[in-house]
Nanobody, 116 residues
């Protein structure tokens, strides 16, 4: 079975840091792009960052550039999202996603709450 297990969320004060993890299983990890999305209450889900497991290329939304860093440990089939200098507007449920062509898998979310 395909599984994407997101973890690492929590409550943090503004300016703090969290590291999210997305542990994948059940598919060929190296073939996929792994991404993080987030959805705040009353808002649409938005892309935050993604990484290609094959060549390590990365993407960041403008809102997180310079603060978030995505990385991949292919030996562990795990992608990390290091989030620094967190802001209240980063509060959302964060989801990880694996995509290869038209195939997409979603994991469950992990809540990130940033207090001001």
């Amino acid at each position: 079975d395909v599984q994407l297990q997101a973890s690492g969320g929590g409550l943090v004060q503004a300016g703090g840091s969290l590291r999210l993890s997305c542990a994948a299983s059940g598919f060929t990890f190296d073939d996929y792009a792994i991404g993080w999305f987030r959805q705040a209450p009353g808002k649409e889900r938005e892309g935050v960052s993604c990484i290609s497991s094959s060549d390590g290329s990365t993407y960041y939304a403008d809102s997180v550039k310079g603060r978030f860093t995505i990385s991949s440990d292919n030996a562990k089939n795990t992608v990390y999202l290091q989030m620094n200098d967190l802001k209240p507007e980063d509060t959302a449920v964060y989801y990880c996603n694996a995509r290869w062509g038209s195939v997409t898998y979603w994991g469950q979310g992990t809540q990130v709450t940033v207090s001001s």
